[in-house]
């Protein structure tokens, strides 16, 4: 038995993102957790997705994908002060309810939020250390993040932070 790869792993979740943002099932604006990306977006005329937003860990960066095309449409940086670490984007949650985008930074212990709509910052949410997997409820009433480091689950409303 071959065990893959980290990197094996992502392009497996990339690709299981792309098939998932190009069904051509009519419906309203969609979210769909998939580890490290999210599929978001309302369909167009066809019925397809909107976009797929990826956790780029190594650059601090997010990437929002055109499902539809399969294209780059935008890459934007975590919020971060001068003298912080770099951030490191874990997982992408979005909550339909906000129209927000949620991002754990491992490296400084918090979550980025973003809006949906045009990916500005919204603001952050101080977290445990070790941020890592994060979960909404279907309500969008409560954010959960596991903090793998200090063995603690942060807990906060996405709509106050």
């Known amino acids: 038995m071959r065990k893959l790869g980290s990197s094996s792993l992502l392009v497996l979740g990339l690709g299981i993102l792309l098939v998932a943002g190009c069904s051509t099932e009519s419906m309203g604006p969609i979210a769909?957790?998939?580890?490290?990306?999210?599929?978001?977006?309302?369909?167009?005329?066809?019925?397809?997705?909107?976009?797929?937003v990826v956790a780029d860990r190594g650059s601090g960066t997010i990437s929002v994908i055109d499902a539809k095309h399969d294209q780059v449409i935008g890459t934007h940086m975590l919020p971060a002060e001068p003298g912080e670490p770099t951030p490191e984007p874990m997982y992408v949650v979005y909550v339909k309810q906000m129209r927000r985008v949620f991002v754990g930074d491992r490296a400084?212990?918090?979550?980025?939020?973003?809006?949906?709509?045009?990916?500005?910052v919204v603001g952050t949410v101080p977290a445990g250390e070790g941020v890592f997997h994060m979960w909404a409820d279907?309500?969008?009433?409560?954010?959960?993040?596991?903090?793998?480091?200090?063995?603690?689950?942060?807990?906060f409303n996405p709509k106050t932070l």
């Not at 769909?32 to 797929?52: C, I, K, N, W, Y």
């Not at 400084?108 to 500005?120: I, L, M």
């Not at 279907?138 to 807990?155: E, F, L, S």
């Open 32 to 52: 769909e957790d998939q580890g490290s990306g999210t599929t978001l977006g309302r369909p167009d005329e066809a019925g397809q997705r909107g976009f797929v």
């Open 108 to 120: 400084n212990d918090r979550v980025a939020v973003f809006n949906a709509r045009d990916f500005s």
């Open 138 to 155: 279907p309500q969008g009433q409560q954010m959960w993040v596991n903090n793998d480091i200090d063995k603690t689950t942060t807990v």
